[in-house]
Nanobody, 123 residues
Framework: VQLQASGGGLVQAGESLRLSCAVS????????IGWFRQAPGKEREGVAC??????????YYSDSVKDRFTISRDRVGHTVYLQMNTLGPEDTAVYYC???????????????WGTGTLVTVSS
């Protein structure tokens, strides 16, 4: 399983950015995929999670990004997105995508991780 995150960059506070995570190498029907971030000097935190199973999809967000960030996926291309709106300097971090089969919620111990993409928000 391979994941490749992209879309990071430098933006000003209040602007938007969309991250992409290209996923390949699996055909799971029950899994979770999520976005995490790690700011300088801080621990990695989960920000958004997409849970996929036979009964449908569910999304979960951390309180710090709820109502500003949206996680979604492209069913055709196996790409997962993180739409980030109203960005602030506190959102500056390296963002990672991760996935694992057979689970409903994302956590820091997920099996497969992609390379990070840096998001920098200037004030």
């Amino acid at each position: 399983v391979q994941l490749q995150a992209s879309g990071g960059g430098l933006v000003q506070a209040g602007e938007s950015l969309r991250l992409s995570c290209a996923v390949s190498g699996f055909t799971w029907g029950y899994y979770a995929i999520g976005w995490f971030r790690q700011a300088p000097g801080k621990e990695r935190e989960g920000v958004a999670c997409l849970s996929i199973s036979g009964s449908g999809e569910r999304t979960y967000y951390s309180d710090s990004v709820k109502d500003r960030f949206t996680i979604s996926r492209d069913r055709v291309g196996h790409t997962v997105y993180l739409q980030m709106n109203t960005l602030g300097p506190e959102d500056t971090a390296v963002y990672y995508c991760a996935t694992e089969a057979g689970i409903q919620r994302c956590d820091d111990g997920m099996a497969y991780w992609g390379t990070g993409t840096l998001v920098t928000v200037s004030s």
